[in-house]
Structure formats: structure tokens, C-alpha cells
């Protein structure tokens, strides 16, 4: 069984699928590992350090002799023609977008998993890239917020004065908003955090903060993310949450509804009540923004408030996120091993609901249902 790790085709991408620890894992279950020259640089992962741990370092065309392909992002289509039959993609996949990929797996009948739809289960938590990718955005958000501030996060006691501490608010307390709450703690910051789950109060607590309480209705979706508003509680929540925006030195939003555009926290209303010199960090930025005016990727200055948008944003700690998502992606492939009489043998049973949940395609056909209606209606089927 052969293992193929490509080099990242996305511009500004610095993770990588495979580090060396994992390869001798792989290597112990009786993989053989190939990966493309120069695929780990980015993430500290020299040519070398993978040949070390057992792995072949060699070209591009070495995915067409894979039986397993891992990536960070989506194959490209012309990736997949190069797939032999029945060969198996582990990635993220952004199944309801990249629809020119998973056409191009369904017809080189390759399965593909999307490492979005490992269903958020207590025997998955070791696969659920989603949450290890999002601990690291988290970290990053209370950092930029830190560099980009004008002033100083904790309480200083000095010789020509006292420098107080700022004041953070975080919206959106998933795996994201806590760890950007815990970072800016560390760096002596005081914490305030909402969600639109009373659930999350205790975690928020937990991390020494202040959870904000609106007195609105609780909006727990499936999975334990957050599910849709209507708009007229969207508005009242806006309402209710400008003074303490206002009051703000940072604000990091890190609000997201799997598979839809960012929900729309701060308007550009709420922006202009803030303090000059406040910064807003957006960690939704590619999926439309919980910030009004946010650009991913750019530094936007609206009303004396500088606006991050973030873009590839675990990208930006390469080392540490490729670590983790080498691990997710291994505990996945893991699950599809069989042993015989001192054999492995890749199998997938559709009976173990991660996998089923988790496969876009398989022989050919696109199982996964948003997938298969943006196709249709891409096509004109839909009119």
C-alpha cells in the first residue's frame, strides 16, 4: 500500500499532510510513504528529515502509483485524471464549493474523503481536523490582535504610572474563541466572550473570562456548532451587543455555521461606535465575514479601527497545524486498515458511520447530497 503526499497547490499554503513522526507510523502498519520534493519545507519538514523517518521524497508523478493520496487542500482536477482507479483522497474538501474537484473524483473513481464531515463524535475526535485547525486559528487571532494593538494587553505596574489592562471581547466560543480567549489571558488581557449557546457559558468561565449574557434564545445547532438566526434576532443581538463592543479595545469574532456564509455580527454601525485605535480580528473573513467591510487576507481602517481579515489563518503556524493534521488524517486512514495473518489491506466499511459520513465519492458516484444539488445546479439542472 502506497502513500503520496503532494506539494500544497494553493498560493500561500505552508502546511503539509504528513510530518516525519507520522510517516513511521506509517510505516510500522506496512505503508510505503512517497512524498513530493519539497512538500514539508514550509512547516519545517525537510527532504531529509522525511527521508529519515522512512519515507521516498521523489517527483509529481509519483501519484499515479498511490493507493493513498493526502493533501491539506483539494486535488486539483488535473491531480485527480492522474489517479489510478480506486485510489482513496483524504483532505479537506469543502464539499459544497470545490465542485470541480469532486466531479474530477467521481470520474477518476477515486473515493475522497473531506475531512469537513468527520461527524463530531467521541470516537472522531482524534480525525476532527476542523477542531485542530481551529485551535490554531484561535492562537493566532489573540496574536495579531496583541501586535496590531497600540496598547499594551495586561496590567502593568511602573515607576511613572499604572498601565491598565485591555479590554478583549471575543464573539463565537467554539474551539476557536476559546483558544483565543486562553491566549489573550495568558498575555494579561481582561476577557469578556458571547455565544449564542448558554452551553458555552461554563467553557468560557472555565477560561477565566466573562461570558456575556443577552437574556436571547439559545441557538444550539447539531454537532455542538451554533445553527442559523432569523433576522430580526440577529438585529437584537447587534443591539445588545454594540456597548460592549464600544467599550472594546479588541474585539475577535470567530463565528461560523458549517457549510453557509459567516453570520454577520458587527455592522459597520457597530464598528463606528467603537474607540480609535481599536482592533477587530475576523476570523470568518474567507467565508463572508462576521465583521461588516472585512477583506481575508487585508488590513482594512474604518473609522479609526483597524479590521484583520483572516485567510488561511492556520497556514500562518505551519509547524505546529501540519503536526496536528498529520495526526487527524492518520487516525482517519487508520480507521480503513485491515490486518490478516500479519497483512494490511485497505477497507472501507460504510457500515462505521465516520466513514459514510465522511466520503464524497466512491466508484464513481458523489455521495454527499449538498454536493451532488450544487453540481445539478451548476449544471442547469436546478432551473
Not at 335 to 356: P, T
Request: a negative charge.
Amino acid at each position: 500500500m502506497q502513500i503520496f503526499v503532494p506539494r500544497e497547490s494553493q498560493a500561500g499554503e505552508k502546511r503539509v499532510a504528513i510530518v516525519p513522526d507520522v510517516i513511521t507510523k506509517y510505516v510500522r502498519a506496512g505503508f510505503t510513504v512517497s512524498v513530493e520534493s519539497g512538500a514539508g519545507a514550509d512547516a519545517l519538514a525537510e527532504d531529509q528529515a522525511m527521508i529519515a523517518a522512512g519515507a521516498q521524497v521523489g517527483s509529481a508523478n509519483e501519484i499515479s502509483k498511490a493507493d493513498v493520496v493526502l493533501s491539506v487542500n483539494p486535488l486539483t482536477p488535473a491531480q485527480f485524471a492522474q489517479l489510478k482507479k480506486g485510489a482513496i483522497t483524504i483532505s479537506f474538501l469543502a464539499p459544497n464549493h470545490s465542485l470541480d474537484a469532486i466531479s474530477a473524483s467521481a470520474q477518476a473513481g477515486a473515493t475522497s474523503f473531506s475531512l469537513e464531515l468527520v461527524p463530531r463524535i467521541s470516537r472522531a475526535q482524534s480525525m476532527d481536523a476542523l477542531t485542530s485547525q481551529a485551535l490554531c486559528a484561535g492562537y493566532r487571532a489573540a496574536l495579531v490582535a496583541a501586535e496590531l494593538s497600540p496598547r499594551f494587553f495586561p496590567l502593568l505596574m511602573t515607576a511613572a504610572g499604572t498601565v491598565t489592562p485591555a479590554n478583549v471581547v471575543v464573539l463565537g466560543a467554539g474551539v476557536a474563541g476559546l483558544q483565543a480567549i486562553a491566549t489573550a489571558r495568558r498575555l494579561g488581557a481582561v476577557v469578556s466572550a458571547y455565544d449564542v449557546r448558554p452551553s458555552s457559558a461554563d467553557e468560557v468561565r472555565s477560561m477565566g473570562a466573562t461570558f456575556i449574557d443577552l437574556k436571547l434564545e439559545a441557538l444550539e445547532g447539531a454537532g455542538g456548532y451554533a445553527r442559523e438566526m432569523s433576522e430580526e434576532r440577529a438585529a437584537k443581538q447587534r443591539e445588545l451587543l454594540t456597548p460592549f463592543l464600544a467599550s472594546a479595545d479588541v474585539v475577535i469574532t470567530t463565528a461560523a455555521v458549517p457549510g453557509r456564509p459567516a453570520p454577520r455580527l458587527v455592522t459597520e454601525e457597530m464598528v463606528a461606535a467603537m474607540k480609535s485605535g481599536s482592533v477587530i480580528v475576523d476570523l470568518a473573513a474567507e467565508s463572508g465575514g462576521n465583521v461588516a467591510g472585512s477583506q481575508p487576507g487585508e488590513i482594512i481602517y474604518r473609522d479609526g479601527v483597524r479590521i484583520w481579515g483572516g485567510k488561511d489563518v492556520p497556514s500562518q503556524l505551519p509547524f505546529h497545524a501540519s503536526q496536528l493534521f498529520a495526526k487527524n488524517c492518520m487516525n482517519l486512514l487508520m480507521l480503513m486498515v485491515k490486518s490478516e495473518e500479519g497483512k494490511s489491506s485497505l477497507h472501507l466499511d460504510f457500515d462505521d458511520e465516520i466513514i459514510a459520513a465522511s466520503a464524497v465519492t466512491h466508484e464513481g458516484e458523489i455521495r454527499h447530497e449538498g454536493a451532488k444539488a450544487a453540481l445539478s445546479n451548476a449544471s442547469g439542472g436546478g432551473r
